[in-house]
């Protein structure tokens, strides 16, 4: 299977919505005008890109990093990957362990010292797939929803 993984642009922004709808926010998603809106904010961010992961010309995953400046760690930057979704039909084939090396690729190429996300305590699968890639439990991830 030969995965293409580009930089997202504004008009990937509808394949990608369908990928989250699938695979991440439970069929709910933000409106296509309001992504576009928020894709072009995050344009802005000195080194934040979204990917697009595609076979041939459909779109089957998608992800965004963050490269982030940090004065710690002798002002060595990293990575901070998001909003990772496969379409639930190409799950296990694949496509997540390309979009994480690719990643991970990335965040080596800036400089980064670590790459690191986080998964809803409930997805056990991506537990256990993020961990078969070689990724650690580190710590806790505190939230406050506000």
């Given at each position: 299977?030969?995965?293409?993984?580009?930089?997202?642009?504004i008009?990937?922004?509808?394949?990608?919505?369908?990928i989250?709808?699938?695979?991440?926010?439970n069929?709910?998603?933000i409106?296509?005008?309001?992504?576009?809106?928020?894709?072009?904010?995050?344009?802005?961010?000195p080194?934040y890109k979204?990917?697009?992961?595609?076979?041939?010309?459909?779109?089957?995953?998608?992800?965004?990093?963050l490269?982030?400046?940090?004065?710690?760690?002798?002002?060595?930057?990293?990575?901070v990957?998001?909003?990772?979704?496969?379409?639930?039909?190409?799950?296990?084939?694949?496509?997540?362990?390309?979009?994480?090396?690719?990643?991970?690729?990335?965040?080596?190429?800036?400089?980064?010292y670590?790459?690191s996300?986080?998964?809803?305590?409930?997805?056990?699968?991506?537990h256990?797939?993020?961990?078969?890639?070689g990724?650690?439990?580190?710590?806790?991830s505190f939230?406050?929803?506000?």
């Amino acid at each position: 299977m030969e995965l293409n993984i580009q930089v997202a642009t504004i008009n990937d922004l509808e394949d990608i919505l369908q990928i989250y709808a699938e695979s991440l926010d439970n069929g709910r998603v933000i409106s296509l005008e309001k992504a576009k809106e928020i894709f072009l904010k995050q344009q802005q961010y000195p080194d934040y890109k979204v990917f697009i992961a595609r076979i041939k010309d459909k779109a089957v995953g998608t992800f965004a990093i963050l490269i982030m400046e940090n004065m710690a760690h002798l002002g060595t930057p990293s990575a901070v990957v998001e909003d990772v979704g496969v379409l639930p039909t190409m799950q296990g084939q694949g496509v997540g362990k390309q979009m994480m090396e690719f990643a991970l690729a990335y965040a080596k190429a800036k400089g980064c010292y670590k790459m690191s996300l986080s998964s809803n305590l409930k997805r056990e699968k991506a537990h256990q797939f993020y961990e078969s890639l070689g990724f650690q439990k580190h710590g806790f991830s505190f939230l406050m929803s506000i």
